[in-house]
């Protein structure tokens, strides 16, 4: 049976990372009914970001200007730069309002499995950034895994020679979280670096 | 702040049924990353859509060609109409070959709760339809729910006076399923109409 525009849609839609073919039939159902309210103005808001945003070529941010609106704002602090996975991190810590210098995105983590050595990520630009004398600390922000984790060590030592302070985010029990709910080494971890109040 | 072009996409895709802020964010990502290779073709086959599909202004099935394939298509059954809720009823059963007749889309079911009303389903062009000398019965593959089976036996009761059969779909022990999963009511049912093997 030929495949109609109907079912292009919906594979094109359940390749996305949150759906499947289930949720994409749904959801190409919901867009046709609601062809002029959502599914036009869905069509204008991709085209506009598919024709506008670009990697930016400083610190690998997406945005619509180059370089991105974040390293091209002269109120940021340029002796601080915050190196991060990916730009989903990246965009998380802007919407916590946590830091307010320039960051770093590596695109992605050291990983045997997945077989991404350094020649993979975008090392090379962070070591060319920390060079320049304008640049004081580095802050890792990776995730809290084995493979985050090593590639933040693997990267405080490449960085250890120049002169300059590497960090890392703290550990410890999430703001709202209820202990009984926290894995064992978080709950170790936030013991041992407990605080005076 | 003013809203970028990618605040807008994360908008209008976080209003689509399966997809919440968090997850339109991540797809909005992953497009970006795979603009060639996917962002681009989610925009033709979005557009191709939007243009060629529409409702079938015989069943209610969305479809290109007016009438749909299944309206126009020679060799299906016009003596039985199957009565369904919504067009992802209609696929549901396409894709599971069990019925050859003609559909007809109700749009919905009668509920007191959400204000529908028999005025707010496409009641009337069944009749119409059912006048038709050809009709010789009307399935009536309504939701199990208590309002898909109030709409169910509202509609029984219009049709009652014309002379075909009405008929709905049978309750029991879906195929596959086990037994300590389903709901006593299924289980009750599957048991009174229980047939010899």
Not at 26 to 47: D, F, G, N, Q, S
Not at 66 to 94: F, H, M, N
Not at 123 to 141: D, F, P, S, T
Request: aromatic fraction near 4%; charged fraction near 25%; hydrophobic fraction near 40%.
């Amino acid at each position: 049976m030929q495949k109609t525009e109907v079912d292009i849609l919906i594979e094109q839609l359940a390749k996305l990372p949150a759906l499947g073919p289930r949720s994409a039939r749904r959801a190409v159902l919901y867009l046709l009914k609601k062809k002029e309210t959502h599914m036009m103005p869905l069509i204008r808001a991709l085209t506009e970001v598919a024709e506008k945003v670009h990697p930016c070529p400083l610190c690998g941010n997406m945005d619509t200007t180059e370089p991105c609106s974040i390293c091209s704002d002269p109120k940021r602090d340029r002796s601080q730069i915050c190196v991060v996975q990916d730009v989903s991190d990246l965009w998380a810590l802007e919407r916590s309002h946590a830091f307010n210098g320039l960051y770093h995105v590596l695109g992605g983590v050291l990983s045997a499995l997945d077989g991404i050595g350094p020649d993979e990520l975008n090392i090379h630009g962070l070591i060319g950034k920390v060079q320049n004398k304008e640049v004081k600390e580095v802050i890792i922000a990776l995730p809290a895994t084995v493979d985050g984790q090593t590639t933040a060590h693997y990267l405080a030592e490449i960085l250890e020679k120049e002169d300059i302070i590497i960090s890392g985010l703290s550990h410890g029990v999430p703001v709202g979280g209820e202990l009984d709910y926290l894995d064992d080494g978080t709950l170790q971890t936030a013991f041992k670096t407990r605080r005076g109040l």
